[in-house]
């Protein structure tokens, strides 16, 4: 599985974005799917992630309530809505496919490339 990540940018505090994992080489309708964001000096963490069939989702308490997942498995794609942007949430972030354990990041087996999200004050 390839995984593309885009829709990364530069935005004010209190912006939106939206970011899309476009997966190729093999379906993603039966993976787990997870947003991770790595900043500067920091450890990568988990963002948000989600079931197979979307039933099931997580989110870090740092974004809940501003950030949603979703996917569409007729476009393999996944989705990550960001609004009320703030300057901490500044990080590359990276889709990920194929975990048994949503919120471990070494658990999952397929990685994206990342894509930079800067929010500024």
């Known amino acids: 599985v390839q995984l593309q990540a885009s829709g990364g940018g530069s935005v004010q505090a209190g912006g939106s974005l939206r970011l899309s994992c476009a997966a190729s080489?093999?379906?993603?309708?039966?993976?787990?799917m997870g947003w991770f964001r790595q900043a500067p000096g920091k450890e990568r963490e988990v963002v948000a992630a989600?079931?197979?069939?979307?039933?099931?989702?997580y989110y870090a308490d740092s974004v809940k309530g501003r950030f949603t997942i979703s996917r569409d498995n007729a476009k393999n794609t996944v989705y990550l809505q960001m609004n009320s942007l703030k300057p901490e949430d500044t990080a590359i972030y990276y889709c990920?496919?194929?975990?048994?354990?949503?919120?471990?990041?070494?658990?999952?087996?397929?990685w994206g490339q990342g894509t930079q999200v800067t929010v500024s004050s």
């Open positions: 990920a496919a194929d975990s048994r354990l949503m919120t471990i990041a070494t658990m999952y087996h397929y």
């Open positions: 989600i079931s197979w069939s979307g039933g099931s989702t």
């Open positions: 080489g093999r379906t993603i309708s039966s993976y787990t």
